[in-house]
């Protein structure tokens, strides 16, 4: 790292993540002026265009890739068209201990003065909320399952490679010849498309613009400057911000910047999930490297220097705040930016590069956040790569996180994508499967599985607030089988499923009719030949996921219950009562139940015969279920970190596990269920069919020791291909023993640099809360036999 | 020959130390030693406490005890074990490794699996103190790719104190399995006061180099971690203190056995 990036570093890394009220006022003011005088589109596309005409530009001294969300780094807009921050909301902002924004007493009356009256009744939070169904509000309160689209925007958007081949004065140009071929007589929506089109077209003339403002204020600081390499680096940058995104591409440094300012445009627009990523960037960045290495215009360490800026600049922009239920089940300031490394050519040809390895060096030294590097591992991968990312896994960052390519291009052809696009998709987020720069992959929302379990022992009573939230299916002394139990299970499940699906339909057409994003839409295939929005089926794939949490958890609870209840001598109203008590005055109960029922994990098919039914009928009640777009629901396995709110909302299960406690996370096991080691946890994995989900996670707590040796990491290469043989999606790795985060509890100020693996991203452990902390500490330690 | 019975205290899967690759490691009851050191304190006796696997039945409520336990065991059970990560053993060159204890402690039955595992093409690895009869090590031999051979003191006076038996035996089967061709790591338990002296070690190195061909050196470093087992099975634990001359660490090992033009790494 040289000291450029050292300086750049040094200043992420410590500026404080801040509201900035900017984006809201002037958002505001021309929806004030304007609202009435536009189409949907239009109006989003000139709000858009206002915002960059206007807003504080940042361009720091050291900086050779330029532009930032916000006024400076780590400064974060509000979204008051999704959802309005209160009074309230930015006080506890500001004051709560963990991930607090900062932002001034006077920026939050200027906030109440200006800003939330106008947006009372307008914000799609508001026009959410005032409709949806009392039986959806129960279950939601109940913490059946989240509702992601209620603060922010669909997000999951991930690029392929077409802004590095053409740059917006061609896109306008395509825009201009869709228009030019409207059919006005036989097409009724033609006048639609023609106002997405238009809207499309202001955008792309305001990100212009918005590069052009950064041209001229490097120039002007070059009159203030003496350096003159300095002088001569503010050359450079006004000549590319000219360059680009105006025109396609002519140089690494361009490509760089050129993604940056539409990272910035999409992220500007609206405050999709997951940010926004640009994919494969080894494969788009590749062509450009070689040929400037060959012409002399670019060394190794010039690359990796503009990467380390663009890694930096990720860092810079802070999860936008969130409230309520979301703030409690994901309170992070990451913003979940994934970047893919390795995997294969669209030809199918391994596309680990020169540029792959910069960008594992890249994340290594800087030891960010964010971005989020992840490796992409096919049977054509070589070992060297995958030796190179162990090495980056060995030091405890909790990235590189690792996937399966073969699996991801099979699970989208199952849904019908062609093989083409496939090769071209990967994933985003945390483990999302899509197909990058062509897609619209929407993650709808958690859904609590075990929760579906204790409401069907319950007779669809919550015990937790004694209120009716589900189906009476039966008191649960009327079963006097474990198939009696299960199929409850299933009709409470399908009752669930359908109620969640129903309101994401209605969600999602309010987006639609809302919400459209039009400068999103330029990039993304094939919203402009279809002149429909990003939002409403504009993407050539429009997919839906519902994100079911906690398999470990009610595998081992079933899995309890057929051993003890139904096969064994446990009196069902004993362990309800066990239950109830929380397990209070039943030490011998729980530790029967701990102790003496196979858990899924241990590759034991006792266990995992019952995951597979679960996953099974997950699948059924959800896969192929219709969305509004003329497309289908899949199914996704992750929980982020909503296995900690969802353990919340659930009482104490037959697992043993206590009241409160987080589920299992994701499709790993139950904390400490699996004691076999990790082959084990590998093969019961593998038994799921993870072609049929968008995505699978498998969280491993290594110790350090495990991975002291060249050949340590070969073994670890080896377990991780072999799950990949067997069919795994997706592997993920903290390497940290307990004393070490023991220690940071205790002095957490001598452990600000302390990254660890929280979900399908890491996280500084500092900022963890207590519960969150406590979930990675009892994650089963794998360590030597 | 599957009906065959033997006594092990676990079943260890991604044992990655215990010889090269993803490994499967059987740990054996019993053994002739009685290394006051030793960390496996658990395989000493040839006794077991449960009749069948406790993990199946349930029949323990705590994994930790498990382990401490044993229990009687048979062919087939083991190699549905070991045949569940075959497919790791596949991608990474790994196989089985027999330990304990010491597996030459049974050695009806470590022969048994040794024949069901070369019938599966599973790759085999012995891990012993080489003290039995020759008979049995020749016997062995025919069926193993790779023994994991200790030397624990080359002094046969200081080899008696510290382990209970002389070193004679030792000695000469692993000059038998080196005349054999058999592939041999020479494993050193590094122990302060015991034998990490420079004049054992020279001696070690020694004898190691006076072997027909040359074997790679594990140096295993004495780690502190046995103590709780001590406690659980009541056993009295007895710290290892340096004593008597300056003990080398296994950097100085390493290099006294380049000297020697031996390769050592640390660890195995």
Redesign the interface.
Known sequence: MNDRINRLRQESFEAKPSISIERALLETEFYQDNADNYSLPVLRALTFKHICENKSLYLGPDELIVGERGPSPKSVPTFPELTCHSVEDLKILKSREMTPYDISDTDIAIYAEKVIPYWEGRSMRDRIFSKVPEDWKLAYEAGLFTEFMEQRAPGHTALDGTIYRMGMIDLKARIADRIQRLDYDSDPQAADRYEQLKAMDITCDAIIIFAARHAELAESLIKQTADPERVQELKTIAYVCRNVPAKAPQTFHEAIQMYWFVHLGIITELNGWDAMTPGHIDHHLIPFYEKEIVDGTLTREGAKELMSCLWIKVNNQTAPPKVGVTAKESGTYNDFTQINLGGLYPDGSDASNEVSLIGLEVSDELHLLQPQPSVHISSKTPDAFLTAASKVIRKGYGYPSVFNTEMVVKEQLRVGKSAQDALEGGTSGCIETGAFGKEAYILTGYFNVPKVLELTLNNGTDPLSGKQVGLKTGPVESFSTYEELYSAFLKQLHYFVDLKIRVNNYIEQMYANYSPAPFLSVVIHDCIEKGQDYYNSGPRYNTNYIQCCGIGTVTDSLSALRTHVFGGELDMAELMAALEANFEGFDDLR??LQ???PFYGN?DDRADMIMLDVYGDLFKAIDGKPNTKGTVYHLNMLSTTCHIYFGKMLGATPNGRRAHLPESDGTSPSHGAD??????VV?SLSKMDQSLSGGTLLNQRFLPD?L??D??L??LG??I??YF??GGHHMQFNVVDTATLRKAQANPDDYKNLLVRVAGYSDYFVDLDKDHQEEIIRRTE?G?? | MTSITGNIF?I???????G???RT?VFFKGCSLSCWWCHNPEGKSPEVRFKSNPRQT?E????KLVPLGGWTSTVSEIMGEIR??L??F?????GVTFSGGDPLYQPEFLQALLKACGQENIHRSVDTSAHAPAEIIRSVAGETELWLLDLKHMDNTLHLKHTGLENGLILQNIKLLDALGAEIRIRIPLIPGVNADEQNLTASAKFICDLERKHPIDILPYHDTAASKYRTLGLDYRQVQASGPESLNPEQLIELMGSYGLSAQI?G
């Open positions: 530790s029967q102790h003496q029922t590759d004691v076999q080691g990790p082959t084990a093969k495990v002291a040796s050949q340590d070969k073994n080896s377990l291909r072999t043989k067997l794998q030597l036999p | 676990n260890k899967r991604y044992a990655i130390h215990d090269p690759n993803i490691t349930f323990s409520s705590d994994e569940k990560d497919p790791f596949q991608e990474s060159g790994g660890g």
